[in-house]
């Protein structure tokens, strides 16, 4: 026995008297625990009674234990010194003695936690009330009466310490009392008719949502939550609360009482529905936002399904919206994306879903068209029109009047729909189609397009992975003077696919340029031609032969363009002098001046230029004067039928002219004939290329 002296011995004589150590939980001790640690705040509390050499515990919440050792307790402290213990070092810990008035400490009530914590003044009192209220309960216990403590005056006294609504309930679920936070965040003169004065305090939206769930708890006996709004006194407001009651019982398991708290959860309602409104909706137009609408649609999709009715997708882009965020700076961009939302909303029923998808895209969900698929057709092609026709009109940004049309893609969805983000492709695709023709209408949904859509990506994967794996190689085709000698050769690129074999430029370049694989890909045609052209170089008798290459317009405007080129020519040992570059004329369309000036940083090296396909595109004689040229090169379309049409021999002949008078080779391409080479000769052509002198072979078979 720790101690032996005799206020030890009557002490646990005291204790052994009221009969609690080693008995079952009981509820309303329970809830004295649970009630402190939200007093306190803390995950943990404990109701414990001291033995000799034991703490063991009545009631607790967040520990598993229920007895430990004395000397190991900070419960023998209070035990020892009569009062509060406090501890607040690397753990917290704060136990008040429960005790009779003028007796010894029986047990302890505390609260605890794993990092320092600090309570207030009234959080301490709050602990002591409780304490004292254990006390009571313990006397109640002993004398066999009904366990009325926590509504005499210690109770009460506890409630009104509190900073939240505390109230009480008779077994048949009548208010009987509730403390002196209600009366002061409601304004009441007094309480004494509480069972009526809290609901005359709700909302009247909640009333009848609120007594229905509170008479389930009393008719089923079991513990009540609910949140409904209270008016407050200092400013007429309701605001949200968070109620919490739960039953105490007798020895026998009937309800004796029903205590409970009443939290304020207003500003935290608020918070998280605003943290909701963020996740769900687009902040700029206040229009749900992709995850809102892909739930919403597949909703929809799942409704229309069963009883096979159609709705349908509309996908709405903005035209050349680029522009005004250019123009008008991204604050009259962002009005314009606000002002379309609106337009959008009162044109479409009220059902009806409207969303913002991202950027200038919107999304239309209509809903209920109808059984057949026609006539759902012409309601949702009623509505895009509709669209069409109210965002037509000009739209007012900060003084700046604008016109701004959409392009709109529309998906049917009925019984036989897709998944949602399948819905949603097709409807993409649709809206592209209406792009690709003219723009300012709108496009249904056609499965041709999808499946053009399909090889087109499947198309770019392999791309991808044969850029990867090294499947790519260039085809050398010879060029001829006019004296009929090998002059150089043009590099060609070839594609060499696992499964379809040789792949030529004109099924995957157009692909390459769209998706930017173009840029390595050129990269990559450029070295390879400049290896080639060292090669070429160390043999006494190919060394005077040129390489063309051909560079596309966007892998020309790169601005690392000039010292790629240079790098790839250093690396390989290449003589600048013997690489030609072929040019595109749609290269011509913008910025002609930075095109010189590129143009003239290689051929500071030795570098020449052709510009391809002449008389094809967008060349002036004005771009022809400035550039710096080296040669021409007549496009296949003119020499094919230079010997039947008399428009294209006038063409070739004025193209040949013209190189001569600029001092510039001209050469001909796709040459099949001699008398198709005899005659372009006779026109003035320096150079040749095409099947009649060699197709296009690997550099090992030339």
């Given at each position: 026995m720790p101690f032996d002296h005799r206020d030890e011995l009557n002490r646990l004589a005291a204790l052994r008297a009221y009969d609690i150590l080693d008995t079952a939980p009981e509820d309303c001790l329970d809830g004295l625990a649970r009630l402190a640690a939200q007093l306190a705040g803390t995950p943990m509390a404990a109701l414990s009674f001291v033995d000799a050499t034991r703490v063991w515990r009545k009631a607790a919440v967040g520990l598993d234990e229920r007895e430990l050792a004395r000397d190991?307790?900070?419960?023998g402290q209070v035990v020892a010194c009569?009062?509060?213990?406090?501890?607040?070092?690397?753990?917290?810990?704060?136990?008040?003695?429960?005790?009779?008035?003028?007796?010894?400490?029986?047990?302890?009530?505390?609260?605890?936690?794993?990092?320092?914590?600090?309570?207030?003044a009234a959080q301490l009192d709050g602990l002591r009330t409780l304490a004292a209220a254990a006390m009571a309960q313990l006397e109640s216990r002993r004398s066999r009466r009904a366990a009325t403590g926590p509504q005499d005056e210690r109770f009460r006294q506890l409630a009104d310490a509190l900073p939240y609504i505390v109230w009480s309930a008779t077994p048949d679920g009548t208010v009987d009392f509730a403390n002196r936070s209600v009366v002061d965040y409601a304004g009441l003169a007094d309480v004494r008719r509480i069972s009526e004065q809290w609901i005359e305090l709700l909302h009247p939206d909640d009333v009848e949502r609120t007594l229905a769930a509170w008479s389930e708890a009393v008719r089923t006996e079991s513990v009540f939550s609910g949140e409904y709004r209270l008016r407050r006194a200092a400013d007429?407001?309701?605001?949200?609360?968070?109620?919490?009651?739960?039953?105490?019982?007798?020895?026998?398991?009937r309800i004796t009482k029903w205590y409970g708290t009443t939290t304020d959860i207003h500003d935290m309602k608020v918070a998280h529905e605003a943290i909701g409104s963020l996740a769900f909706y687009d902040t700029l137009t206040g229009l749900p936002n992709r995850r809102l609408l892909m739930d919403r649609l597949a909703h929809a999709v799942a409704e229309h399904a069963r009883p096979a009715r159609f709705g349908a997708v509309l996908l709405l882009d903005l035209d050349n919206f680029k522009s005004i965020n250019d123009t008008l700076g991204h604050d009259n961009g962002?009005?314009?994306?606000?002002?379309?939302?609106?337009?959008?909303?009162?044109?479409?029923a009220a059902p009806d879903v409207v969303a913002r998808l991202g950027g200038d895209e919107f999304v239309i969900v209509l809903e209920d068209l109808g059984t057949l698929e026609e006539a759902a057709a012409r309601q949702a092609g009623d509505v895009a029109r509709r669209i069409l026709a109210a965002l037509g009109t000009p739209f007012d940004l900060a003084g700046h009047e604008r016109h701004v049309t959409p392009s709109i893609g529309v998906a049917l969805f009925g019984a036989a729909a897709p998944g949602v983000s399948e819905l949603l492709k097709q409807a993409d695709l649709a809206m592209y189609q209406a792009k690709a023709a003219g723009r300012n209408t709108f496009c249904f949904f056609e499965p041709a397009t999808?499946?053009?859509?399909?090889?087109?990506?499947?198309?770019?994967?392999?791309?991808?992975?044969?850029?990867?794996?090294?499947?790519?190689?260039?085809?050398?085709?010879?060029?001829?003077?006019?004296?009929?000698?090998?002059?150089?050769v043009e590099a060609l690129l070839r594609w060499q696919h696992p499964q379809r074999g040789i792949v030529f430029p004109a099924e995957f370049i157009p692909l390459a340029e769209q998706t930017g694989l173009i840029l390595p890909l050129g990269q990559w045609v450029i070295e390879e031609a400049?290896?080639?052209?060292?090669?070429?170089?160390?043999?006494?008798?190919?060394?005077?032969?040129?390489?063309?290459?051909?560079?596309?317009?966007?892998?020309?405007?790169?601005?690392g363009f000039v010292a790629d080129v240079l790098a790839a020519l250093s690396g390989a040992g290449a003589n600048p002098r013997r690489l030609g570059i072929e040019l595109t004329e749609s290269l011509l369309v913008e910025d002609i001046d930075s095109v010189v000036a590129k143009m003239d940083a290689l051929k500071r090296h030795g570098v020449r230029f052709a510009l391809d396909d002449f008389g094809t595109g967008y060349s002036t004689l004005?771009?022809?004067?400035?550039?710096?040229?080296?040669r021409l090169n007549i496009d296949r379309s003119f020499v094919a039928n230079v010997l039947h049409d008399t428009r294209d021999f006038a063409i070739v002949n004025a193209i040949a002219v013209l190189g001569r008078s600029l001092g510039i080779d001209v050469i001909a391409e796709g040459v099949e004939t001699p008398a198709q080479r005899d005659l372009l000769l006779d026109c003035g052509c320096t150079a040749l290329q095409g099947h009649l002198f060699g197709r296009p072979v690997p550099a090992a078979q030339r």
């Amino acid at each position: 026995m720790p101690f032996d002296h005799r206020d030890e011995l009557n002490r646990l004589a005291a204790l052994r008297a009221y009969d609690i150590l080693d008995t079952a939980p009981e509820d309303c001790l329970d809830g004295l625990a649970r009630l402190a640690a939200q007093l306190a705040g803390t995950p943990m509390a404990a109701l414990s009674f001291v033995d000799a050499t034991r703490v063991w515990r009545k009631a607790a919440v967040g520990l598993d234990e229920r007895e430990l050792a004395r000397d190991d307790a900070p419960c023998g402290q209070v035990v020892a010194c009569g009062d509060a213990v406090i501890v607040d070092a690397e753990r917290f810990y704060a136990g008040m003695p429960v005790a009779p008035p003028g007796g010894d400490v029986l047990g302890v009530l505390a609260v605890m936690d794993d990092v320092p914590r600090a309570l207030t003044a009234a959080q301490l009192d709050g602990l002591r009330t409780l304490a004292a209220a254990a006390m009571a309960q313990l006397e109640s216990r002993r004398s066999r009466r009904a366990a009325t403590g926590p509504q005499d005056e210690r109770f009460r006294q506890l409630a009104d310490a509190l900073p939240y609504i505390v109230w009480s309930a008779t077994p048949d679920g009548t208010v009987d009392f509730a403390n002196r936070s209600v009366v002061d965040y409601a304004g009441l003169a007094d309480v004494r008719r509480i069972s009526e004065q809290w609901i005359e305090l709700l909302h009247p939206d909640d009333v009848e949502r609120t007594l229905a769930a509170w008479s389930e708890a009393v008719r089923t006996e079991s513990v009540f939550s609910g949140e409904y709004r209270l008016r407050r006194a200092a400013d007429d407001v309701y605001r949200w609360h968070l109620a919490k009651g739960m039953p105490i019982r007798d020895g026998d398991g009937r309800i004796t009482k029903w205590y409970g708290t009443t939290t304020d959860i207003h500003d935290m309602k608020v918070a998280h529905e605003a943290i909701g409104s963020l996740a769900f909706y687009d902040t700029l137009t206040g229009l749900p936002n992709r995850r809102l609408l892909m739930d919403r649609l597949a909703h929809a999709v799942a409704e229309h399904a069963r009883p096979a009715r159609f709705g349908a997708v509309l996908l709405l882009d903005l035209d050349n919206f680029k522009s005004i965020n250019d123009t008008l700076g991204h604050d009259n961009g962002d009005l314009l994306l606000d002002l379309v939302a609106e337009r959008l909303l009162a044109g479409v029923a009220a059902p009806d879903v409207v969303a913002r998808l991202g950027g200038d895209e919107f999304v239309i969900v209509l809903e209920d068209l109808g059984t057949l698929e026609e006539a759902a057709a012409r309601q949702a092609g009623d509505v895009a029109r509709r669209i069409l026709a109210a965002l037509g009109t000009p739209f007012d940004l900060a003084g700046h009047e604008r016109h701004v049309t959409p392009s709109i893609g529309v998906a049917l969805f009925g019984a036989a729909a897709p998944g949602v983000s399948e819905l949603l492709k097709q409807a993409d695709l649709a809206m592209y189609q209406a792009k690709a023709a003219g723009r300012n209408t709108f496009c249904f949904f056609e499965p041709a397009t999808q499946t053009a859509a399909v090889a087109r990506a499947g198309l770019e994967a392999d791309l991808r992975q044969g850029l990867a794996r090294g499947e790519f190689l260039l085809h050398y085709q010879p060029q001829l003077d006019a004296g009929g000698m090998v002059a150089g050769v043009e590099a060609l690129l070839r594609w060499q696919h696992p499964q379809r074999g040789i792949v030529f430029p004109a099924e995957f370049i157009p692909l390459a340029e769209q998706t930017g694989l173009i840029l390595p890909l050129g990269q990559w045609v450029i070295e390879e031609a400049c290896r080639e052209l060292a090669q070429l170089g160390a043999d006494a008798a190919t060394r005077h032969l040129q390489v063309a290459v051909n560079v596309s317009a966007r892998q020309f405007r790169q601005p690392g363009f000039v010292a790629d080129v240079l790098a790839a020519l250093s690396g390989a040992g290449a003589n600048p002098r013997r690489l030609g570059i072929e040019l595109t004329e749609s290269l011509l369309v913008e910025d002609i001046d930075s095109v010189v000036a590129k143009m003239d940083a290689l051929k500071r090296h030795g570098v020449r230029f052709a510009l391809d396909d002449f008389g094809t595109g967008y060349s002036t004689l004005t771009c022809l004067k400035r550039l710096p040229l080296d040669r021409l090169n007549i496009d296949r379309s003119f020499v094919a039928n230079v010997l039947h049409d008399t428009r294209d021999f006038a063409i070739v002949n004025a193209i040949a002219v013209l190189g001569r008078s600029l001092g510039i080779d001209v050469i001909a391409e796709g040459v099949e004939t001699p008398a198709q080479r005899d005659l372009l000769l006779d026109c003035g052509c320096t150079a040749l290329q095409g099947h009649l002198f060699g197709r296009p072979v690997p550099a090992a078979q030339r």
